[in-house]
């Protein structure tokens, strides 16, 4: 589902993004609640979940693989160019990811990043070393509900090794364990740059890489953890995988990984070496290990879910109860075409309008009445809207001034009378 956001600012204005000024045109569809998220940097905050989950990833490459890594975390800037974001990494001019519905412009050319991927070039240029772990803000238009925000994190890896001495670099000392590996198809052609032998040793590696890394951070959840590999496409990797783990009964995908294309190692002074790169989802992984069941609250500036956290510690978040719900109802009357049947309103289409009026105040949305009555044959229907925010108590003037934002909004899209 799209979301359809106001416009903070209209074309042709500057707005401020991390003290940097940027023409906006008529590509611009930032939203207020997105321009405030940009200024939040919960990876600077040490003792946050994502925080502590990116430094036992970072320690856990330390650890393992000495001196071979180096952590980026200083691209605060989340505004790249679409060069970066999307032409640099081969993705097509038609691809979906980058229309203005599933993407934030600020203009025609200047986004906020929708993926680390978008910085492996310029930390490829700099050649300060041959392992990198980027960890970042991203940000994309999307539904909104416990699993998905349209800001997240990931963290991207990236090792590099020289072609000629690829077998004694590639190799891993204590590999395998007990973990139960499905192995799937490659997952797409090798590059003809490549040959058979070269693809291997980095997809062997890529693989015990990763499989090492959940293994430490899964070592407390289950001791046969499985793991399985799913072919997949990305235009900057091939062959190209995702991962999933299976954890409590589901299939979690936990990350996208693949050995670079060649062309962007020769295009930043990398030509003798061959790698892989892998981006994953830090939410993913922090809401299993710190059993927290809802994305929105990493965003909470409640003390009762800050101080639940340390830095170096897995700890199993503890609820508390909620601010209180406020649930308000709407019931309208479906118009009737020509032929006098009621016309009808998905429900998914009720869902995008209380998201686009409502954000994140909005928890759930509920059809709780249907009914037809018996002389005229019009049909009612009645939703029941439950607001509540993670993070503070709201005034009924405030809800109701939301609620009639739903309403107009549904009036002007609809054909209803409201009841
Ligand atoms: C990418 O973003 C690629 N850049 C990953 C990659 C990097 C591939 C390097 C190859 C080489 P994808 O869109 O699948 O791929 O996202 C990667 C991970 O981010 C997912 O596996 C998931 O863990 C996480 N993720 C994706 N969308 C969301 C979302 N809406 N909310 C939370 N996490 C998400
Ligand atoms: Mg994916």
Not at 293 to 300: A, K, T, V
């Amino acid at each position: 589902t799209n979301v359809k956001s106001v416009n903070s600012s209209e074309s042709g204005h500057y707005i401020q993004i991390c003290n940097e000024k940027y023409k906006t045109d008529q590509f611009n569809n930032l939203s207020t609640s997105i321009l405030q998220k940009i200024n939040v940097k919960l990876l600077k905050n040490e003792n946050h979940p994502l925080t502590i989950l990116k430094s036992l990833i970072e320690d856990h490459f330390e650890k393992n693989f000495k001196n071979q890594y180096m952590a980026v975390d200083n691209l605060l800037n989340p505004v790249v160019t679409a060069k970066q974001n999307f032409d640099d990494l081969f993705i097509h001019k038609n691809h979906p990811g980058r229309a203005p519905t599933d993407t934030y412009y600020i203009n025609e050319n200047q986004l906020l990043r929708t993926h680390t991927s978008a910085h492996q070039r310029e930390v490829l240029s700099s050649k300060l070393s041959d392992g990198y772990l980027i960890s970042a803000d991203v940000y994309r238009r999307d539904e909104i509900d416990v699993s998905h925000y349209p800001v997240f994190h990931q963290m991207e890896g990236i090792k590099l090794f020289s072609k000629s001495n690829l077998t004694e670099e590639s190799k891993i000392q204590n590999s395998v364990t007990k973990f139960n590996i499905k192995e799937e198809k490659k997952g797409g052609p090798i590059q003809t740059c490549h040959d058979l032998n070269e693809c291997d040793l980095v997809v062997n590696n890529l693989k015990k890489s990763l499989e090492g890394l959940i293994k430490e951070l899964f070592k407390n959840e289950d001791e046969n953890l499985q793991i399985r590999w799913i072919e997949a496409f990305f235009p900057f990797t091939s062959p190209s995988w995702e991962m999933e783990v299976l954890f409590r009964g589901k299939w979690l995908e936990l990350c996208g990984c693949g050995v670079i294309q060649q062309e962007i190692l020769n295009k930043t002074g990398n030509g003798d070496k061959v790698g892989w790169a892998f981006g994953l989802g830090l939410e993913r992984i922090a809401m299993v290990l710190f059993n927290i069941p809802d994305i929105r609250l990493f965003w909470s500036q409640d003390e009762r879910f800050l101080s639940q956290f340390k830095k170096g510690q897995i700890t199993q978040f503890q609820s508390f109860s909620k601010y209180p719900s406020c649930y308000k109802d709407i019931s309208f009357w479906l118009g009737k075409n020509k032929s006098d049947t009621n016309v009808n309103v998905h429900d998914n289409e009720i869902f995008d309008v209380v998201r686009d009026a409502a954000g994140d105040l909005a928890e759930d949305v509920k059809l709780i009445d249907e009914f037809t009555h018996p002389k005229t044959g019009r049909k009612s229907k009645c939703y029941r809207i439950n607001y509540c925010s993670l993070n503070r108590t709201f005034t009924n003037a405030e809800v109701d001034e939301i609620q009639n934002k739903v309403k107009d909004i549904m009036l002007k899209r609809f054909d209803i009378e409201l009841r």
